[in-house]
């Protein structure tokens, strides 16, 4: 079996549901964490064990859902610098076939 984390969206809701189970080989949940997570106080700098360890597939998985739900990233790592390399490519580009 492997884990599954799915995001659901809820219709006329400012929120999403996170599913968190598992899937046997077909893809169909037979599994799922019912009861709530619960939250226990921590001293500053304590040292934390992660609360979920998942796969990089399940983490692109959850991605997935996330773009499909219709969520986008604010900000991209390097967008400035990958969109002026595209508009420097066009111009040569122009350039070369208007012979400017």
Same mark, same amino acid.
């Given at each position: /079996? +492997?884990?599954?984390?799915?995001?659901? !969206?809820?219709? =006329?809701?400012?929120?999403?549901?996170?599913?968190?189970?598992?899937?046997?080989?077909?893809?169909?949940?037979?599994?799922?964490? +019912?009861?709530? *997570?619960?939250?226990?106080?921590?001293?500053?700098?304590?040292?934390?064990?992660?609360? *979920?360890?998942?796969? %990089?597939?399940?983490?692109?998985?959850?991605?997935?859902? *996330?773009? =499909?739900?219709?969520?986008?990233? +604010?900000?991209? !790592?390097?967008?400035?610098?990958?969109?002026?390399? /595209?508009?420097?490519?066009?111009?040569? *580009? !122009?350039?070369?076939? %208007? +012979?400017?």
């Amino acid at each position: /079996m +492997k884990n599954a984390i799915r995001i659901c !969206r809820k219709d =006329y809701s400012q929120s999403v549901g996170l599913l968190i189970g598992q899937v046997d080989f077909n893809g169909d949940l037979v599994a799922a964490v +019912k009861s709530p *997570l619960t939250m226990e106080s921590c001293a500053s700098h304590q040292i934390l064990e992660e609360t *979920l360890e998942i796969s %990089f597939d399940e983490v692109q998985s959850l991605m997935d859902d *996330l773009w =499909y739900a219709g969520f986008r990233p +604010k900000t991209t !790592r390097d967008g400035n610098e990958v969109v002026g390399a /595209m508009k420097e490519h066009i111009n040569d *580009l !122009r350039r070369v076939a %208007f +012979k400017e």
